[in-house]
């Protein structure tokens, strides 16, 4: 299995409403431990997805193109999830060799889940979904409430996403115009057969005020464990040397400025620290990187948070996950923000990691090209002993 497919798109219609939440806006921007579901949802798929697509409520897409800037693609959803994904599905690239369908709302499944779908891809399957087993008894009910059958449990599965197809399935599926609870349910139309693999009991809808618990419950654990969130940035200008290199995500950007900096100044490392630092309350990136440190002078990124991890591993504290997001003109990220996400992810031992980036339109330092900047969001666990 390719770990990394730069040829996945992955589409998310997110247009349903939180009224069974008993929230006044949509399912998508709900809070779930300081994230919304959405956050959590793009956070989990981004080490897989070279491509994503957010199919949002037309009053809320410019809300939501703020929390990932250039890095996802939004655009206004239809009146039903099937509507939403077709206009979605207008907009994944044509290298694109993998579709996948992945509803907001199971903001937890997880990315071996999609690692999972993909592998089935890549085996050759044109359509596969994630199920469980059916534990209680289901009947069949007419329309004046009397059962009219009840189907033999052991042969019925309970579906989720992330569902997958090759691209070429889904767009002939949706060029049929017709309305699906979800989208395997429109390529079984064609007689495609729809490969089944085990889910993920945490990977759970988000429905109802009672699921939006049982999934805070999964996030957090036991009440031994204590959840922490912080938020950390970093900013520098591009040198005037132009033998400096440019690193940035733990990559080196060849032909880029690189900016000034006590260490290697790669902006987006530098704010993963210090927001680890914040969450945790063991000072800051200058307290413990800063300039009165030789032993930091030049050092990479990498480096950095490979001590960040170890001092805050020292103090009992585990990484949940980490988003940042990149503000600049230069370089261009999406081309390579999954190597960035690997990068990244590799100097924290594996921690989930999310990448974005964004422009700010000709405002600031950052808009008129004279460096970059950084924010990194945090969320940590200590375990109580």
Known sequence: MRSLLPNTAVIIPAAGSGERLGADLPK?????????????????????????IIAAPAAYVNQIRTFFGESVEVVAGGQSRTESVRLALALVRENMEFVLVHDAARALASTALFEKVIAELISGEKAVIPVLSVSDTIKRVDKKGYVSK?????????????????????????????????DAALVENLNIPVKTIPGE???????????????TKYLIGSS?????????????????????????????????????????????????????????????????????RPEYA????????????????????EIHNVSVQIVGNKPRIGGRRIEAIKALSLALNGAPVSVTATTTDGLGFT????????????????VRK
């Open 28 to 52: 998508a921007l709900v809070q779930l431990v300081g994230r919304t579901l959405i956050e959590h949802a793009v956070a989990n798929l981004s080490p897989i997805a070279s491509q994503i």
């Open 150 to 182: 009840t189907p033999n449990r052991s042969k019925l599965r309970a579906v989720q996403t992330p569902q997958g197809f090759t691209r070429e399935a889904l767009v002939w599926a949706h060029a049929q115009l017709i309305e699906g609870t979800d």
């Open 201 to 215: 009991v945490h990977a759970l809808k988000i429905t109802t005020a009672q699921d939006l618990e049982t999934a």
């Open 224 to 292: 031994q464990v204590d959840i922490r969130v912080g938020v950390g940035s970093d900013a520098h200008a591009f040198s005037d040397d132009p033998f400096r290199p440019m690193w940035l995500a733990g990559l080196l950007w060849e032909g880029h400025p690189g900016v000034d900096g006590h260490s290697d100044g790669d902006v987006a490392a530098h704010a993963i620290c210090d927001s680890l630092f914040a969450a945790t309350g063991l000072g800051d990136l200058g307290s413990n990187f800063g300039v009165d």
């Open 298 to 317: 030049g050092a990479s990124g990498s480096k950095m948070l490979q001590e960040t991890l170890a001092i805050i591993s020292a103090a009992g504290f």
């Open 367 to 382: 808009g008129e090209g004279k460096g970059l900047s950084a924010i990194a969001t945090s969320l940590v666990v200590h």
